[in-house]
């Protein structure tokens, strides 16, 4: 069995190079995925750093307590560090229970997100009326889970709240529709329009879960999650419910994240780490990024950054401190971000696409934008294919089909318009 400070660093070499795959072939490109692997370095990095340069006995213990910290966040994290390295499914501790309520600061119940069931769909049409909900905004990101689609509804609350919310003038105005945001997994059946956005019905059984949107739309999953991401959830009937049971404090708060105490050549080299890291992200929040980030030549600079920490960790002074500076140096030699490519007419395999309907959000009015990111062949036809993202501004009319993501497709434009054999439309407003 491998040292607890191997399978630490171990950790961190194997999430560069599962991001390095997941770049490697844009056609495979996943953004959950990259995203997912490198938010574990967000604030595990120094804490790494730290237990390499600690004295020899102490490292095991203190490499223990960081992995099971890293995995603390959550079931999906442990998960994630297990496909990384299975061993660590016998070393750490089974996920805790997630409480789907928690209390926040002022000691209210807020929601976190629900399985979606026939009881949880029996409770949001206690509190939204649903039937006169209208999409906001649809996500579509293929993985290799596969289809994941993200729903965001704004639903009228058929509670009244006791006080309205305060507007940035002071004043106080009645609150906006409620986003309810749904998270579909594994669909297999995908068919939305905009201009039929009014209007969702929900159902839940043995087969999977669906959800209706106005006369011909749905999603239609194998699994699925809501958060009512409403500031005045407490006082809806699900809300009053949840605060006759949940214990008091915020008992969901994390531990105290282990301590870490590093030189300055130390410290730079793990915030160099961290940043890199950090810049990969974005392209999981911002999948468009893609295209625009150099994902694979961040990761060639990061490869085996976790046997570089152990390797410099084991010089003497100031041999040690000479070998972090260098890794400071190169985790940051990566190039800046270059200017986005358009999608092209031509072949073309849809890797994301996000709808966002303009709305106003608390006194800010957002406008409509559809953003595509596709994986198309290079100008050069010896080259891999590239990823390529653009947004289309205010789009009158969009439509989108599950026969969209099925491989490759032939993309056409004109006039502003953007189809895919006529699964996909989004038509620039004159």
């Given at each position: 069995?491998?040292?607890?400070?191997?399978?630490?660093?171990?950790?961190?070499?194997?999430?560069?190079?599962?991001?390095?795959?997941?770049?490697?072939?844009?056609?495979?490109?996943?953004?959950?995925?990259?995203?997912?692997?490198?938010?574990?370095?967000?604030?595990?990095?120094?804490?790494?750093?730290?237990?390499?340069?600690?004295?020899?006995?102490?490292?095991?213990?203190?490499?223990?307590?960081?992995?099971?910290?890293?995995?603390?966040?959550?079931?999906?994290?442990?998960?994630?560090?297990?496909?990384?390295?299975?061993?660590?499914?016998?070393?750490?501790?089974?996920?805790?229970?997630?409480?789907?309520?928690?209390?926040?600061?002022?000691?209210?119940?807020?929601?976190?997100?629900?399985?979606?069931?026939?009881?949880?769909?029996?409770?949001?049409?206690?509190?939204?009326?649903?039937?006169?909900?209208?999409?906001?905004?649809?996500?579509?990101?293929?993985?290799?889970?596969?289809?994941?689609?993200?729903?965001?509804?704004?639903a009228p609350r058929r509670f009244v709240p006791s006080a309205g919310r305060v507007a940035r003038d002071g004043s106080r105005q009645p609150w906006?529709?409620?986003?309810?945001?749904?998270?579909?997994?594994?669909?297999?059946?995908?068919?939305?329009?905009?201009?039929?956005?009014?209007?969702?019905?929900?159902?839940?059984?043995?087969?999977?879960?669906?959800?209706?949107?106005?006369?011909?739309?749905?999603?239609?999953?194998?699994?699925?999650?809501?958060?009512?991401?409403?500031?005045?959830?407490?006082?809806?009937?699900?809300?009053?419910?949840?605060?006759?049971?949940?214990?008091?404090?915020?008992?969901?708060?994390?531990?105290?994240?282990?301590?870490?105490?590093?030189?300055?050549?130390?410290?730079?080299?793990?915030?160099?780490?961290?940043?890199?890291?950090?810049?990969?992200?974005?392209?999981?929040?911002?999948?468009?990024?893609?295209?625009?980030?150099?994902?694979?030549?961040?990761?060639?600079?990061?490869?085996?950054?976790?046997?570089?920490?152990?390797?410099?960790?084991?010089?003497?002074?100031?041999?040690?401190?000479?070998?972090?500076?260098?890794?400071?140096?190169?985790?940051?030699?990566?190039?800046?971000?270059?200017?986005?490519?358009?999608?092209?007419?031509?072949?073309?395999?849809?890797?994301?696409?996000?709808?966002?309907?303009?709305?106003?959000?608390?006194?800010?009015?957002?406008?409509?934008?559809?953003?595509?990111?596709?994986?198309?062949?290079?100008?050069?036809?010896?080259?891999?294919?590239?990823?390529?993202?653009?947004?289309?501004?205010?789009?009158?009319?969009?439509?989108?089909?599950?026969?969209?993501?099925?491989?490759?497709?032939?993309?056409?434009r004109d006039s502003g318009a953007v189809t895919m054999n006529g699964m996909l439309i989004g038509r620039e407003a004159p």
């Open positions: 069995m491998r040292a607890p400070l191997d399978t630490f660093a171990g950790l961190l070499d194997r999430s560069v190079q599962e991001i390095a795959a997941a770049v490697a072939e844009p056609r495979n490109f996943d953004a959950v995925r990259v995203g997912a692997l490198a938010d574990i370095w967000d604030n595990n990095t120094f804490p790494l750093v730290s237990v390499a340069c600690e004295p020899w006995l102490l490292r095991g213990r203190r490499a223990r307590t960081g992995l099971r910290w890293m995995a603390d966040l959550g079931a999906a994290r442990r998960a994630l560090m297990v496909d990384l390295d299975p061993a660590l499914d016998r070393r750490l501790p089974p996920a805790a229970a997630v409480r789907s309520v928690y209390r926040d600061y002022q000691a209210r119940v807020r929601p976190g997100s629900f399985s979606v069931t026939t009881e949880i769909i029996a409770g949001l049409a206690t509190d939204y009326d649903l039937a006169d909900a209208s999409v906001r905004q649809i996500t579509v990101r293929p993985g290799e889970a596969g289809l994941r689609v993200e729903v965001t509804v704004a906006p529709a409620a986003p309810l945001r749904f998270t579909f997994i594994g669909v297999t059946d995908l068919r939305f329009d905009a201009c039929d956005g009014h209007g969702v019905s929900l159902t839940a059984g043995d087969a999977g879960v669906a959800i209706t949107i106005g006369q011909q739309g749905t999603v239609r999953a194998t699994e699925a999650s809501v958060w009512p991401d409403d500031p005045v959830w407490h006082e809806s009937s699900a809300g009053r419910a949840a605060d006759a049971v949940a214990p008091q404090g915020r008992s969901n708060r994390r531990p105290a994240g282990p301590t870490w105490s590093l030189t300055a050549q130390q410290r730079a080299a793990a915030r160099a780490m961290t940043e890199l890291m950090q810049r990969i992200r974005m392209v999981g929040y911002h999948p468009a990024l893609a295209a625009t980030i150099p994902v694979q030549q961040m990761c060639r600079v990061a490869a085996d950054a976790g046997s570089a920490i152990l390797a410099a960790s084991a010089k003497r002074r100031p041999a040690r401190e000479q070998a972090f500076a260098d890794l400071a140096q190169q985790w940051r030699n990566t190039s800046p971000a270059f200017p986005p490519a358009p999608v092209p007419s031509g072949p073309a395999n849809l890797r994301y696409l996000r709808y966002a309907a303009q709305h106003e959000d608390c006194d800010v009015q957002r406008d409509g934008v559809a953003v595509l990111v596709a994986a198309v062949p290079d100008t050069d036809p010896a080259a891999p294919w590239r990823l390529a993202s653009e947004e289309l501004p205010q789009p009158a009319s969009f439509h989108i089909t599950m026969a969209a993501f099925g491989g490759t497709r032939e993309i056409s």
